[in-house]
Every structure is written in C-alpha cells, then in structure tokens.
C-alpha cells in the first residue's frame, strides 16, 4: 500500500509552504530516512524525510505553493521499481525470462555490472542515492566534481557529466536500462514573464516566496502599528578593538572560536535593558509587559531573505557561549536548516549593517518587541579628544524604539549605557 507524502505543520501561524526542491526524480527509488524534499515557508525552510522504502511517485512540481497537509507524492513499497531495485543496477548483467524494454539515455558507457567498484570510487562523497543514479546511468564518480557542500557529489553533477559527455563524443549513446514505474507529476502554473524587444529581456516578473512576502507583512505592519521613533550616537572602537586584539589569540585556543564585536554589544543590550527596563517589553492590547529575561534575537542575511533567531538568556551566557551560538545560527542559515524554534521569544534585536558597509540606517521595529539597535560600518574619523583633534574608529549607532512604550528620556540613556559599555568594556566585567 502506497504511502502518502504529506505536508508537515511546522508552526501555529504557518499555513502554507512552497516545494523549493524535489531531492529525487520521479519513480526514484529511496530508501526509510532519505531526504526527499526541501519546504521553504515563510519562516524557515525544512526538508521531509521518507517514512518507507519504495519508488517516489511526484505529484506537485518544484515551486508550487500548497497547503499544509496536502499530499505531495506518494511512496509505493509494492511497485515493480522496488521489487527490480537489485536488476536495475546490473545495466548490463544477462537479460532476465522477460527483461523490460530499454531505453535510450545520454551517458557514458556504462561499467561492467559485475565489476567490483574501486577503491577510489568507494570513497567519493557521495549520498547511496546518487551513487545508485551514477551506476544506473554508468557514470565514473572519480571523474566527477563534486559541488555540494563539503565537496559532496550532487545528481545536478551527475547529470552535467553524462550532459558534457554527450556533447563531446557529438552523438548519443544507447544504455540498455530498466524502466521504471513514472507518475506525471500534476501540472502547476508558476507566474513567471518576461517581455522584451527581441533578445533583450527588459524584465522579469517572479511569484514572491512565503518568505518574502511574510517579511514584506511583517515590514509594513511593524509601521502602521507602532510610534517608531530613531536616535542615534556614535561610539569609538578603540578600547573593544585593542581587547579583542590582545586576547583573539588566547580565546581561539581555549575555545575554538573567533571573538568577535556581536559578543561585545548583546552584553552591552543586556546592559542597558537592565539599566533601562521599558526597552525590555511590549505592548499588548492596553496592558504594558516588562520581560524579566534576556533573549536577543541576531538579524541575519540569508539568500532566501532576512532571519533573526534569537540566542537565548545571554546575561547568563559568556562570551564565548554567545560567540559559538551565533557560530551555530549562521551554520545553521547557509544550510536553510533554522528551526521555527529558533526565530521565536526574542525581546530585543540587533541588525549589524556595518557588515555590508552600511554607514547609517534607521532600523524597523520586530514586533512585538519595542527596540532595535542598529550597528554600522567602523570608519576612522576625526574627533575632538581632551582639546585635541585625533583619529579614531568609529561606529554610529541607532536606537529604533517604540515611542508608545519607551519616552524619549530612556531610549537616549539606554543608547548611551551602550555606548559607555563599548568604549569602556570593563564596565561588562564588574558591571559598572
């Protein structure tokens, strides 16, 4: 009996998800805890595994929306595919009482079925699903180059080889294969245009992702619902930047890690949100909610959008507790494996501009939370020291805060509080 693949909940208020990617082709075989799919919702991507051995059997393409629990394809342990699985792999072993009819692939040719693979071949980074679609196809994985992560051969790599094979021998090779059990996957319309004067494509029209479009929601409802009012201050680096310097070397050895500026300022928030509680709540209804806990969330970039997870109960974490945690966040994003979890609680966020050379911003609020500091591009500028005009990194801040909840009085002393604690950063040590 066919298994149903079905769309996970990953979240009270996530609906819907978009297929960003199908892991196997259609009628692949795939074995109890492969990675099938990848879903990207408006908050974090995910990837479904397979509940049971079988031939997967697509019914929604690549890039179609749907609803959770909709049922994406199905897993037939009982089908031919499964029943064939060990034949399927001798492409040229001797012809079984009825062999299914063969049909014609670009490829290599394909390796003697019964020839043992070599050492070299047994030790390619590779999945067993790709490995199986190289032999299937009679590719020579120690001629390949893996792209993956970490050097790992992908079926996109496979498929590029038997491509450019194909094209330099200028013609196409039969590969005597066993069919297997195909469902045409269920058409869906993607709303992508293009229109120009002949060649010259002028532009592109593209459906927004559930990401994109949630932080497009979530951007525009942070303006309409709250008094979001910016102050600004700049702080010199110096002091952070000579400590840093001084003890990089000592830190990395006994913790594996870089110190980086990201530890420095969330101690120094946590700092200021002791010193200054209003910043430390929310509105909710007519009720005020002062949070007694320290949970910061850290804006992070990804190439599916802007995530903030949140490193939680920094003033109990150390410096390199917040450094690895923020280590383990951006692990985590490059490889779209940020858990709902992770994205939720935060009191306060920090937005660091600085990284992509941002010289000024006035940061948006992240609901519901009532402040947000933003951290820019350091730049040697002058300034007036002691009478003296002298050289100095700098650093402008801004303090976004919701002017219902926080007076302008308490969001100046707390950027301030920041700023003594980044110029002075003893201060974090003894709490001075």
Same mark, same amino acid.
């Given at each position: 009996?066919?298994?149903?693949?079905?769309?996970?909940?990953?979240?009270?208020?996530?609906?819907?998800?978009?297929?960003?990617?199908?892991?196997?082709?259609?009628?692949?075989?795939?074995?109890?805890?492969?990675?099938?799919?990848?879903?990207?919702?408006?908050?974090?991507?995910?990837?479904?595994?397979?509940?049971?051995?079988?031939?997967?059997?697509?019914?929604?393409?690549?890039?179609?929306?749907?609803?959770?629990?909709?049922?994406?394809?199905?897993?037939?342990?009982?089908?031919?595919?499964?029943?064939?699985?060990?034949?399927?792999?001798?492409?040229?072993?001797?012809?079984?009482?009825?062999?299914?009819?063969?049909?014609?692939?670009?490829?290599?040719?394909?390796?003697?079925?019964?020839?043992?693979?070599?050492?070299?071949?047994?030790?390619?980074?590779?999945?067993?699903?790709?490995?199986?679609?190289?032999?299937?196809?009679?590719?020579?994985?120690?001629?390949?180059?893996?792209?993956?992560?970490?050097?790992?051969?992908?079926?996109?790599?496979?498929?590029?080889?038997?491509?450019?094979?194909?094209?330099?021998?200028?013609?196409?090779?039969?590969?005597?294969? +066993?069919? *297997?059990? $195909? #469902?045409?996957?269920?058409?869906?319309?993607? =709303? /992508?245009?293009?229109?120009? !004067? %002949?060649?010259?494509?002028?532009?592109?029209?593209?459906?927004?992702?559930?990401?994109?479009?949630?932080?497009?929601?979530?951007?525009?409802?942070?303006?309409?619902?709250?008094?979001?009012?910016?102050?600004?201050?700049?702080?010199?680096?110096?002091?952070?930047?000579?400590?840093?310097?001084?003890?990089?070397?000592?830190?990395?050895?006994?913790?594996?890690?870089?110190?980086?500026?990201?530890?420095? +300022?969330? *101690?120094? $928030? #946590?700092?200021?949100?002791?010193?200054?509680? =209003? /910043?430390?709540?929310?509105? !909710? %209804?007519?009720?005020?909610?002062?949070?007694?806990?320290?949970?910061?969330?850290?804006?992070?970039?990804?190439?599916?959008?802007?995530?903030?997870?949140?490193?939680?109960?920094?003033?109990?974490?150390?410096?390199?507790?917040?450094?690895?945690?923020?280590?383990?966040?951006?692990?985590?994003?490059?490889?779209?494996?940020?858990?709902?979890?992770?994205?939720?609680?935060?009191?306060?966020?920090?937005?660091?501009?600085?990284?992509?050379?941002?010289?000024?911003?006035?940061?948006?609020?992240?609901?519901?939370?009532?402040?947000?500091?933003?951290?820019?591009?350091?730049?040697?500028?002058?300034?007036?020291?002691?009478?003296?005009?002298?050289?100095?990194?700098?650093?402008?801040?801004?303090?976004?805060?919701?002017?219902?909840?926080?007076?302008?009085?308490?969001?100046?002393?707390?950027?301030?509080?920041?700023?003594?604690?980044?110029?002075?950063?003893?201060?974090?040590?003894?709490?001075?």
């Amino acid at each position: 009996m066919a298994v149903d693949v079905k769309i996970p909940a990953v979240g009270e208020s996530i609906t819907t998800g978009t297929i960003a990617q199908w892991h196997h082709p259609n009628g692949a075989l795939v074995r109890q805890g492969d990675v099938i799919l990848t879903l990207e919702t408006d908050k974090v991507s995910s990837e479904l595994e397979a509940e049971a051995d079988g031939a997967l059997q697509i019914l929604v393409e690549e890039g179609a929306e749907v609803e959770i629990g909709a049922i994406v394809a199905t897993i037939d342990p009982d089908s031919a595919a499964t029943r064939e699985a060990p034949a399927a792999a001798d492409v040229d072993a001797p012809a079984q009482t009825e062999p299914p009819a063969p049909v014609a692939a670009a490829a290599p040719t394909p390796k003697p079925a019964n020839d043992a693979p070599s050492a070299e071949a047994s030790h390619v980074n590779v999945s067993p699903t790709v490995r199986q679609f190289a032999e299937d196809k009679g590719v020579d994985l120690t001629n390949v180059e893996g792209t993956g992560r970490k050097g790992f051969i992908t079926k996109a790599d496979v498929e590029a080889a038997l491509s450019l094979a194909a094209d330099s021998e200028g013609q196409t090779r039969e590969l005597t294969v +066993f069919k *297997k059990p $195909v #469902v045409e996957p269920v058409p869906v319309s993607v =709303s /992508v245009s293009v229109s120009g !004067d %002949g060649d010259e494509q002028r532009i592109t029209r593209k459906k927004m992702s559930p990401l994109r479009r949630k932080i497009a929601t979530h951007l525009v409802n942070a303006q309409q619902t709250a008094a979001i009012l910016t102050t600004f201050n700049e702080c010199d680096m110096s002091a952070v930047m000579q400590m840093r310097k001084g003890l990089q070397e000592a830190f990395i050895a006994k913790h594996g890690i870089k110190l980086g500026f990201m530890s420095f +300022f969330i *101690k120094a $928030v #946590v700092d200021a949100l002791k010193t200054v509680p =209003s /910043v430390n709540g929310r509105i !909710d %209804g007519n009720d005020l909610i002062l949070n007694h806990y320290y949970d910061i969330g850290v804006a992070v970039g990804t190439e599916r959008g802007l995530i903030v997870p949140v490193i939680r109960d920094c003033d109990q974490k150390s410096f390199a507790e917040i450094e690895q945690a923020i280590v383990d966040y951006a692990t985590k994003a490059r490889e779209g494996k940020i858990e709902f979890s992770d994205l939720q609680g935060g009191v306060f966020t920090i937005s660091n501009g600085g990284v992509y050379g941002s010289m000024l911003s006035t940061p948006i609020l992240n609901p519901p939370q009532s402040g947000i500091l933003g951290m820019h591009n350091i730049q040697q500028r002058p300034i007036a020291l002691n009478g003296e005009v002298v050289i100095r990194p700098m650093m402008y801040l801004a303090l976004s805060y919701d002017h219902r909840m926080v007076d302008g009085k308490e969001a100046v002393t707390f950027l301030n509080r920041v700023k003594d604690c980044i110029e002075d950063p003893t201060r974090l040590l003894i709490e001075a």
